[in-house]
């Protein structure tokens, strides 16, 4: 039995739910540890460039010569991937080159999830009992909470707040609408490595030219070296985060999947705090515990 097997014997099933829990959290993990990577040491929009550069040319000999050829009805669908995930990522570079990382962040990911919440419904059908809202209520007061209180202490230069929050809340609604059509784009196709490696070729075509251009208009480029390092290290965290999350989605309720990677925004908290030395205090340890805490009551309740 090959591994794509496997998974689709799982769907459906109390133990694809558990693998879909475990992708769903790794993802959270790995996600915020890619935003941060692209807000790091270097320009958003050449992190973003070298990291899509980097797993696009990984993805392309695997989609091209080893997983089976997508299906001809697959070629529409990852046309709208590629103009989605495009709309993102222009979206959350222009919002990280306005904003904090931590405000930023957690507004993208606290619009996100309600929407695709509502998605899943209204494709896939799926619905949240009246404790699962609860769970969901909790989770964005702690996301919004957090983002509120960075932006209300740890902002420093707010001559750019205004849009770099307008930013993060169309980021967020271009996140729920690609981890919805993401899930249909994945459900849609027999083999799931099929959409994963044709995703990440396709996806990986756009923002290098971008990022090349923006490169050499700079004064004071940054070294090419330490650049490409980021984006290789970038695209072994997308292909292990976003194709966990896609995973996720076909095994288990989009919903639920999305609510719980949601989690990231801890992790963000703690990237901020232990890596890009941003302050943490008790107020914020209590925030990202009602996050927690919401995602512990959704997935439990259901």
Not at 84 to 90: A, E, P, R, T, V
Not at 118 to 134: C, R, S
Not at 196 to 209: K, M, R
Not at 243 to 256: F, N, P, Q, W, Y
Request: aromatic share 14%.
């Amino acid at each position: 039995m090959t591994l794509s097997d496997w998974l689709i014997s799982l769907e459906g099933t109390a133990k694809g739910h558990q693998v879909a829990l475990v992708l769903a959290l790794m993802a959270a993990l790995l996600h915020a540890v890619f935003g941060a990577l692209q807000k790091g040491r270097h320009d958003p929009w050449l992190s973003r460039g070298a990291i899509d550069a980097s797993y696009g040319l990984m993805a392309a000999p695997i989609a091209l010569f080893v997983v089976p050829w997508p299906e001809p009805h697959m070629w529409p669908i990852f046309g709208g991937v590629f103009v989605i995930h495009l709309c993102y990522k222009l979206l959350q570079a222009f919002a990280y080159s306005k904003g904090a990382y931590t405000v930023v962040y957690p507004v993208v990911r606290g619009t996100g999830p309600l929407f695709t919440v509502l998605g899943a419904y209204l494709i896939f059908g799926e619905t949240f009992n009246a404790v699962q809202w609860i769970g969901v209520l909790v989770l964005l007061s702690g996301i919004f909470g957090l983002a509120l209180y960075n932006f209300l202490y740890l902002e420093s230069d707010r001559s750019t707040l205004v849009p770099a929050l307008g930013l993060a809340i169309a980021t967020g609604l271009f996140v729920a609408l690609y981890t919805t059509y993401d899930a249909y784009g994945i459900r849609a196709t027999a083999d799931p490595f099929t959409f994963l490696a044709w995703f990440f070729f396709i996806d990986g075509l756009a923002i290098p030219p971008i990022a090349f251009m923006r490169y050499r208009r700079m004064l004071n480029p940054p070294a090419l070296a330490p650049l490409a390092m980021r984006g290789i290290l970038g695209a072994f965290i997308a292909f292990a985060s976003f194709g966990s999350i896609m995973l996720a989605t076909r095994l288990d309720k989009v919903g639920e999947a999305a609510i719980l990677r949601e989690t990231s925004t801890v992790f963000a908290a703690l990237i901020g705090w232990l890596v890009l030395k941003e302050t943490v205090g008790p107020r914020r340890i209590a925030l990202m515990a009602l996050i927690a805490l919401g995602a512990v009551i959704v997935e439990f309740a259901g």
